[in-house]
C-alpha cells in the first residue's frame, strides 16, 4: 500500500478514536492517536491476517500490552474489516462487546489484555510456542513507555532474548508521557534502546509517523535472525488533534460535544489535504 494511502487509512482510524471515546464519555484518546500510524501499517500491511477468517491458524498475532489505548485498536480492526465501523460509538456502553480494554472475543483481539506488563509475557509465550510447534508465524506487540517501568515486562525481555525468540517484534510507543506526566520525572526508563540491548534484543529507533521509517524498521524486524527485536517508535502523543497534542491531559479523558467538533475540523483538514495531494 502506497504511504498517501496509509496516511488516509490512519487518519480515519484517528477519527473512529475520536468518536468512541467521545461517544462513552471515557477513555485514552492520547495513547490511542500516538500509536495510530503503527496500528494502521500493522493491519494493512505489516500483518498476515485475514479479517474474514479472523482465527486463521498461521495468521500473525498481536497483543496490545497496553491496553488502555484499545480505541486505537478497535478502530484499526473495524476499518480493516474484523466488524462494522458503526459499532465504535458503542465503545464503554453497557452490552456492548467494545469494552474499555481488549477482550478476546472480539474479532481479531488475539489476548485480553490491560493490566500493564503482562501483554509481552503473552506475546512471548505465543513466540515460544510456534518456535516449539515449529510453525511460521510472527508475534507483535506493544508496550507504552510508561508501561515498561513494569518489572514483569524485563522479566518477559530477559526470557524472549534468553530464547532467541527472533518471531517475537516488540515495539514500545515512545510519547513520553504517561499519566503522572513526562515518563522521565515520574520513573525514567530511559535509554529504552540500550536496556533492550542488555536483554540480546536487536532494537531499532524510528519515526512513529513517518510510513517510510516504519516499513524499514519492520523490513529490518523481519530479516533479524537469532535474536527477538524492539522498536522504539518517537511518537507524538495525541497526534493530530491540535489541542491534545503533547498534553498529558489527554492521557485519559473524553472530549466534550465542544472539544469533539474542534478534534474532528482538525481531522477533516488533514483529509481534504491528503486528498489535494492525492490530485497532484
Not at 471515546?21 to 500493522?42: M, N
Not at 507483535?140 to 514483569?152: C, N, P, V
Amino acid at each position: 500500500m502506497k504511504n498517501l494511502e496509509l496516511q488516509k487509512r490512519a487518519n480515519d482510524v484517528r477519527k473512529g478514536i475520536v468518536t468512541a471515546v467521545h461517544s462513552a464519555k471515557a477513555g485514552h484518546p492520547g495513547g490511542s492517536l500516538s500509536a495510530a500510524d503503527i496500528f494502521t501499517f500493522l493491519y494493512f500491511e505489516e500483518m498476515n491476517i485475514d479479517p474474514k477468517n479472523p482465527d486463521m491458524e498461521e495468521r500473525d498475532r498481536f497483543v496490545l500490552s497496553k491496553g488502555h489505548t484499545a480505541p486505537g485498536l478497535y478502530s484499526a480492526l473495524a476499518y480493516r474489516g474484523y466488524f462494522p465501523v458503526e459499532d465504535l460509538p458503542t465503545l464503554r456502553h453497557l452490552g456492548s462487546y467494545l469494552q474499555g480494554h481488549p477482550c478476546i472475543h472480539i474479532p481479531g483481539v488475539d489476548m485480553s489484555s490491560g493490566s500493564l506488563g503482562q501483554g509481552i509475557s503473552a506475546a512471548v509465550g505465543m513466540a515460544l510456542g510456534a518456535k516449539m510447534d515449529k510453525r511460521d508465524f510472527r508475534v507483535y506487540t506493544l508496550l507504552g513507555d510508561g508501561e515498561i517501568e513494569e518489572g514483569q515486562v524485563w522479566e518477559a525481555a530477559m526470557f524472549a532474548g534468553f530464547r532467541k525468540l527472533d518471531n517475537l517484534c516488540v515495539m514500545v510507543d515512545n510519547n513520553n508521557l504517561q499519566i503522572d506526566g513526562p515518563i522521565d520525572q515520574v520513573c525514567s526508563p530511559y535509554p529504552i534502546d540500550k536496556k533492550f540491548e542488555a536483554f540480546n534484543f536487536h532494537v531499532i529507533n524510528a519515526d512513529a509517523h513517518d510510513f517510510d521509517a516504519i516499513r524499514a524498521a519492520f523490513k529490518e524486524a523481519r530479516e533479524t535472525k537469532g535474536m527477538p527485536t524492539c522498536i522504539v517508535f518517537h511518537s507524538i502523543k495525541g497526534k493530530g488533534v491540535s489541542f491534545m497534542e503533547n498534553s498529558v491531559d489527554w492521557h485519559g479523558k473524553a472530549p466534550n460535544d465542544e472539544e469533539y467538533a474542534i478534534a474532528m475540523a482538525d481531522l477533516d483538514k488533514i483529509e481534504k489535504e491528503l486528498e489535494k495531494a492525492g490530485e497532484q
